[in-house]
Each structure stands twice: as C-alpha cells, then as structure tokens.
C-alpha cells in the first residue's frame, strides 16, 4: 500500500500499453515496420556504442548539457518560489526536439534507412530533423499544415536552406494532425526506405516510450544540476503539453520521487469552455488517432475537433498516452493557459530575463505567473524553457498589433 | 444468472451461422459459376444521404456481390485523397455511425442476400461503444467489419466481440506481411481475406500482376478463406486480369471519383452504376477465356 507504483521502468507493457492508453492502432502494411523498430530500438537501448555516438552528439552537436539557470528577476517579480529555466532554447536549432531527432536519426543511419520525413507544426521538429538529416546525408521530407506553413514562415525557409523538402498539407485543417496524417500515408506507401522521425510523445508503440527516452535527458540534468545547487530535488516541474515529448522529458526522471509535484499546461486557446482550444486532457475524452489510445478533441460520434492555439506547437487534438495514464493515476496535474496568459507571459519572461521564449513554452510560464507569487522562496520549480521564440515574431508582432489597435 | 448466460450464448451462436452465411453463400454460389465477385466501395453518405441511399440501393442490380460501405472518419490515414474527400463530403452532409447503420437496416428490408461490409477507421465504433455498436450492426444486418486501424495484436477490442456477434472481421494482408507474420494475421480471421495489392494508401498506384498472382497463390497455401484483391483497381480490364485468380476484386477510389466528377446527385447514380455494369460484365466473362482453353 505504501509501497509507491515504480512508475518510471515498467511502463509500457510489450503490447505498449500504459494502463488502457497507448498501443499500436496502425494498418497492418505499418505493423512488421513497427515491430522492427521496436526490435532495433531495444537493440541500441543497451549498446553501449550506440549510447556512446547519442553522448557525442548530444555533447559536441547539440550543446548539451544545457544549463539549468536561477531566473532571479524573474522571481522577484513573481514574488514566490524560486524559478529555474532549464534552458532547453539554447540547444542547437534552438529546442528541445533535436534531442529526440538525434536519437531517432541514429537510429535511422543503423537501420539502414536512405530516406527521412517527419511532420511539423511550429517548424521546431522540422528543422530539427531537417538538421540532423543533413548532418547523416539522407534526403529528408517534412509534411507541414498550410496554416502552419503561414505562421512559421521563417521555420519553412530554414528547413529549406537545410536541404529539405516541405510538402503542403491541404488535409482537414492543414495544421498538425493533418501533418501527420499525411507522413505516415508517406511512410505506408514507402515502407521499405524511409524512417519517420515523430516529433513528440505519441504515435504507435514503440514511439511514445522511444522519445521519452531521449528527451529523458532532461530530467536526468535537471535532477543532477538541482543537487549540485541545492543538495535537494527541486518541489515542483513545470512544462507546456503539446504532444507531451518536453514535459515528459523533464518529468520521467522524477515520477517515483513522490514529492516532486509536476504540472502539464495544456494550450487552452480562447478558453476551454470556447471550444477553440488544444487541452486534450482538460476538454477531451478518450479515443484512438495516429496509432493510439489516448485523450482526443472530438465530437460524440468519434470526429476528431480541430484544435485551436496561437502556437503551432501544441495545435493538435491529442496528447500522447503516457500523460493520458498519469493524468488518469493522478501523478500530473494537468492544467492549461489561455493564448491571452501566454502572450502575457511571454512578454514578461522577454522583459525580466531577456529571454525571448518560444509561444509553446510561454504556456508553461503563464502557469508559473499563477503559481509561482503562492510560493515561499524556498520553494524550487524548474520550468522547462522548450524552446525560443525567433520563430514567433510575426505571429506575436501580429497578435499584439491586434491589441493595439483595439486599445486605442 | 448462469441461465440467462446460457441464452446470450445460443443467440450469439444463432446469430454466427445465419449471419456469416451470406457471404459464404456468395462464395459458394460464385465459385459454382467459376467467377470472382465484384466488391464495390462507397462512403456511407457521400455525397449526401439521399444520393448515398439510391447509390447503395442499386449496386446489386448493377452487378455488385459484395457491398463495402464506408463509415465516414476526419483522419483516414491509410486513404488516398478520392476516399479522404468522400469521407469529408459525407461528414459535411451530416453522416454519422447511427446514419450508416440505418443505411444497411434499410437496405436489407428490400435485400437479404448481398452482403454487407462496413470499412472504416476505429475511433468511430469506439467512440459509440463496441457493444451497442456491434448489436445494432449485427441487428441491421451487417455481415462484415474491416477496420485498417486494428492489427491482430488488438484483436480483443473488437475482432473477438464481433465473433461473438456473429459478424465477421475480415482481415488486411499487405506485401509487408512476411512469412513470420501471417499465421497471426489469419489466425482469428473470417469471412474473407482482404489482400492489400500494393503498400500504400487507397486509390494510389496499379499493382503488377505477376507479382500480385504469386502473392495470392502463397496466401491460398495458409488458409482456406476466399482472398479478395483490393487498392488500386480501377479499370475493367484490371479486374479481369486480377478476378483470374483472386476470388473477390474490390473497386473503390475509382467510383468515388465518379461521385466527386458528377454534375448532380443523378449523374452521379448514374455514372457509378454505369462503371459497376461495366466492372461487373468484365468480372463474369474473365475466367471464360480459360474454360475455352481447358474444353
Ligand atoms: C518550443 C516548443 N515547445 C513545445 C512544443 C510542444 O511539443 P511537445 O509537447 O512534444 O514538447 C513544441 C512543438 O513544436 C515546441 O516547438
């Protein structure tokens, strides 16, 4: 009874269930594709070359290990607890996606494979594995929502100048859901070359727990930097939830450290009760997409809803299984932020710190705007800094414009 | 307790054997005549109920065997863009899962030999409940599901309670599935094999031949299930050339283009029956040529 559930290990089971969340929900053409991957994926889990090749690049490549930063004016101005940046922005391609599209991307080049894609929303995943497709030399493809295409122009052109090809996606709302759809149409009909890169914590098993794993790495230096500082684990983790994949990385690390409190903040668009949101959890119930049980935005009769968010990044209908299990368990609080907090928060974090944040990871910082002046100073939270905002400016020079305009 | 247990069970075992015979009749009668069938594929509601319903009701007449019926999904991710844009046109004119079932319950009130197979996506018999979904699809006189998203190893989410139902669930086999993999994706199948012809999605490039006979020869060496061929058959002339040797030829893509190309509901009617007449005069003569040569 006391005896807390291992949480971090065991999980998933071979079927790569979390509880009923999870599983491989695929056409049968992808099936012996997946089992392959999860046979070599387990395979280089426990070779200690490949282990070795993911430190270098992680080290020489990517810049890791990223600095865990005490946002001093930033606590002041919060007035609470002590706020960490784990500064996940200063990685190369500026996020945390290249940890996992190293990984994958190793794991790509002993595989075989000559041909990469991925989908993208925010272009952050993109770039990140257009980066690591040149630096292997394989020819890269990346689906990418019309809408998407729009807001994140500067991302399109850098994925260019990377050497890959972006293919429009027309589909459905032509934002991240229909990115996805359209890579594994690639990926079924391309089965025998092409290794799909999947940008966060969802998709068919053995994806969700493979991208945990490299964005583990996280977790793992902001428990060794915080001990290192304070001798202690930091009291609380806060992380923005698009797919999940930054949040889960910090927060794998620490599921059995039963006092380190952990929140998820979920986009809520105009507000969950608009209807125009993104918070799967928060507004969504339970179904099947892209390979996976999991929470979903849809209507009674199974349709998948279009998301809303003023960040590409955490436009999409669902999130991936684990935190649907963890959510369910009670282990993560799972919460969300308005596009109006996060543009807040935003611009807050830009003036205090001089750290222009990526508008995923403003969601995250709208929370700690509401928590954070509760909080004693001796309270620790570290707040997963995904990714900077370069790739914002049009679309927050737009949405502050608006503001203008109606003040006046 | 234990009684009423014992009452479900002979209706489920009541309900298999009438159920599962029509499309084992079909078979039966079609291999009598020493001919493939010819399976049609439609979306349910596409491209309004109306039209849907008069497609639907006259695809016998036109020379279909076997019906697939398409339950409309936002993201049919193993769908090329002809099958996606019916989906979404169905979707647009208000189809939903209690629409399509009423779609077959109507449709077996004027026909009760033509079997009926809904194709879709998971979520939407999930989200309206595997029970309640299975008893109402088993109560409108559903014969088969194929369901892309649900590979055998989920095969207790709906493959099983469908037996119990006495509804086949008739299982993809793609140029992927190797040696290792068969036996698991033929054990718990029934009705028919669905041979997938090329890896891809629906309505994309035609397959060879050649290599699609031998693949069917070795699938026919596992199992005693009549294997149809579907993905990329558009032509009357490829349905020939496939119902040689397949036992079933499924058309799909090609007669949702008719329905997206068509000036009006009528036309489109019109059209798709004219390409099924077509298809199916093609599938009755194409194994003719080989009687001659053996007699
Ligand atoms: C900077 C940044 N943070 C967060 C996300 C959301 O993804 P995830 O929830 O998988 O971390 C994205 C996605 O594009 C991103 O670019």
Redesign the interface.
Same mark, same amino acid.
């Given at each position: 009874m006391n005896k807390p559930m291992d949480l971090s290990s065991s999980l998933p089971d071979a079927?790569g269930l979390f509880g009923s969340f999870g @599983?491989?929900?695929?056409?049968?053409?992808? $099936?012996?594709?997946i +089992?392959e991957l999860q046979d070599e994926y387990a395979t280089a889990k426990n070779d200690p070359e490949f282990q070795r090749q993911l430190a270098y690049f992680q080290g020489d490549y990517v810049g890791r290990p990223s600095p865990l930063y005490f946002a001093e004016r930033l606590t002041e101005h919060f007035g609470g607890a002590s706020i960490y940046l784990k500064r996940e922005e200063l990685n190369h391609t500026g996020a945390h996606k290249i940890n996992n599209c190293i990984g994958q991307g190793l794991l790509a080049r002993q595989m075989g494979k000559k041909r990469i894609i991925a989908e993208t929303g925010a272009g952050m995943h993109g770039v990140a594995t257009a980066t690591v497709a040149a630096r292997f030399g394989l020819p890269c493809v990346i689906y990418m929502g019309t809408a998407d295409i729009e807001r994140q122009q500067t991302n399109v052109f850098r994925m260019q100048l990377l050497g890959a090809e972006i293919v429009p996606v027309t589909? @459905?709302t032509g934002t991240l859901?229909?990115a $996805?759809?359209e890579a +594994?149409?690639d990926w079924?009909?391309?089965?025998?070359d092409t290794f799909y890169i999947i940008g966060t914590v969802a998709g068919p098993h053995p994806y969700p727990a493979m991208v945990r794993d490299f964005q583990a790495v996280i977790g793992h230096e902001t428990r060794a930097q915080m001990l290192e500082k304070h001798g202690r684990l930091p009291d609380s983790l806060v992380a923005c939830i698009g797919g999940g994949s930054n949040a889960m990385g910090l927060f794998h690390p620490f599921l059995n450290d039963s006092a380190v409190q952990m929140i998820g903040v979920e986009a809520g668009g105009k507000g969950v009760n608009s209807g125009l949101h993104a918070a799967s959890l928060n507004g969504g119930?339970p179904?099947?997409?892209?390979?996976n049980?999991t929470y979903?935005l849809?209507n009674?009769?199974?349709?998948?809803s279009d998301a809303h968010s003023i960040s590409a990044g955490l436009d999409y209908p669902g999130i991936g299984p684990e935190h649907a299990w963890l959510h369910e368990q009670g282990r993560v609080e799972y919460v969300s932020a308005t596009d109006a907090e996060a543009l807040e928060a935003f611009q807050i974090c830009c003036r205090q710190e001089g750290i222009i944040p990526a508008l995923e990871t403003a969601h995250a910082l709208a929370e700690v705007a509401k928590r954070a002046p509760t909080l004693p100073r001796e309270h620790l939270m570290v707040v997963n800094l995904s990714g900077r905002g370069d790739k914002d400016m049009m679309s927050v020079a737009h949405h502050l414009g608006e503001q203008l305009d109606e003040a006046c | 307790m234990i009684a009423i247990q014992d009452n479900t069970m002979n209706d489920t075992v009541n309900q298999a054997v009438t159920h599962s015979s029509r499309l084992e009749q079909c078979f039966a009668t079609l291999k009598q005549q020493n001919r493939p069938a010819l399976v049609s594929y439609l979306t349910a509601g596409d491209p309004d109920a109306d039209t849907s319903h008069r497609l639907l009701h006259g695809l016998p007449d036109a020379g279909v065997d076997i019906i697939e019926l398409g339950m409309p999904?936002?993201?049919?991710?193993?769908d090329?863009?002809a099958i996606?844009k019916a989906a979404l046109r169905a979707?647009e004119s208000g189809q939903?899962?209690t629409k399509t079932l009423e779609m077959v319950r109507n449709f077996r009130q004027e026909n009760s030999t033509t079997p009926v197979v809904l194709m879709g996506?998971?979520?939407?018999?999930?989200?309206?409940g595997v029970e309640r979904f299975l008893t109402d699809a088993a109560t409108a006189g559903v014969d088969g599901l194929i369901v892309?998203?649900?590979?055998p190893?989920?095969d207790e989410e709906l493959c099983q309670p469908a037996a119990q139902h006495g509804i086949d669930f008739i299982?993809?086999?793609?140029?992927?599935?190797?040696a290792r993999?068969l036996p698991k994706?033929l054990a718990n199948a029934s009705g028919f094999i669905y041979y997938?012809s090329v890896?891809?999605?629906t309505g994309?490039s035609a397959p060879t031949p050649e290599r699609l006979e031998n693949s069917v020869a070795h699938l026919r060496e596992h199992t005693d299930l009549p294997i149809a061929v579907g993905f990329g058959i558009r032509t009357a002339e490829q349905a020939a050339t496939i119902g040689r040797f397949s036992d079933a030829v499924v058309v799909g893509s090609a007669l949702v283009d008719c329905i997206e190309h068509a000036a009006s509901g009528d036309d489109a009617v019109e059209q798709v029956h004219g390409l099924v007449s077509e298809l199916a005069e093609s599938v009755r003569a194409c194994r003719e040529v080989d009687e001659q040569v053996i007699s």
């Open positions: 079927n @599983g491989r929900f695929v056409a049968e053409t992808l $099936m012996p594709l +089992l589909s @459905g859901k229909d $996805m759809n +594994l149409r079924v009909t391309n089965v025998d119930t179904g099947v997409l892209h390979g049980r979903l849809q009674a009769d199974g349709q998948i | 999904f936002s993201d049919p991710m193993a090329g863009p996606q979707l939903t899962q996506y998971y979520n939407p018999i999930y989200c309206y892309v998203d649900l590979p190893e989920h299982r993809l086999a793609t140029p992927t599935t190797d993999r994706v997938v890896a891809g999605v994309g």
